[in-house]
């Protein structure tokens, strides 16, 4: 929303920012849901009567109308859902960083996230933490950071167990969990590490 409030002109975004934003005719968005509100006025700010081309991909309506809306209001083109867009613009990328003054446009991953962090992450994102904290201890299990996994897992059933009671503020319910989530992360990147041939 401070970017929302920022664009409307409410003090916010740094100038730097505003200016970037400004300038830049080329946005991905992820995981946002067009339907909402906030979402189609964040559009409106971004996009004004700019006349740039805008693509969809993997999107869910309840019905057509909000499609035909999102069409007709904002000149959104939906392509099919086997439309490899990320897999296109690496590629893109991935050519034009061949000439040195393009190096910038490409770089490999260089720590990519191994296939027990990347479960991790996918437990998160299903609000399933009893199972990301199962997993983050089962993987430090005989580690050297097995003692911080622990610490992790005991941190979060303390913050599950006093939202249950109540026992937490709630303008401090989102910030723990989000620390804790912090923490669930960067313990399974420091166990990949310590796994790592």
């Not at 700019?50 to 969809?56: E, Q, V």
Request: hydrophobic share 40%; charged share 30%; glycine share 4%.
């Amino acid at each position: 929303m401070s970017l929302i409030g920022s664009a409307l002109g409410i003090p916010g975004l740094p100038e730097e920012l505003r200016t970037a934003l400004d300038k830049i005719r080329t946005y991905v968005f992820l995981g946002f849901s067009f339907e909402k509100w906030y979402t189609q006025l964040l559009l409106r700010i971004i996009c004004g009567d700019k006349k740039y081309p805008k693509y969809s991909i993997h999107h869910r309506f309840g019905d057509d109308d909000t499609k035909n809306f999102l069409m007709h209001q904002f000149q959104i083109e939906f392509l099919e859902d086997d439309f490899r867009f990320l897999d296109q613009i690496m590629e893109s990328c991935k050519e034009k960083a061949k000439d040195p003054a393009n190096a910038h446009l490409y770089r490999p991953l260089s720590d990519p996230a191994s296939a027990d962090e990347v479960e991790i992450i996918r437990f998160i994102s299903n609000n399933d933490l009893d199972k990301a904290v199962s997993k983050l201890v089962s993987m430090a299990a005989g580690s050297a950071v097995a003692a911080d996994a622990a610490a992790v897992s005991s941190r979060y059933y303390q913050w599950r167990d006093d939202k249950a009671g109540g026992k937490i503020d709630s303008r401090d319910l989102v910030v723990t969990f989000n620390q804790v989530v912090d923490a669930i992360l960067k313990t399974a990147k420091e166990i990949a590490k310590t796994k790592a041939p």
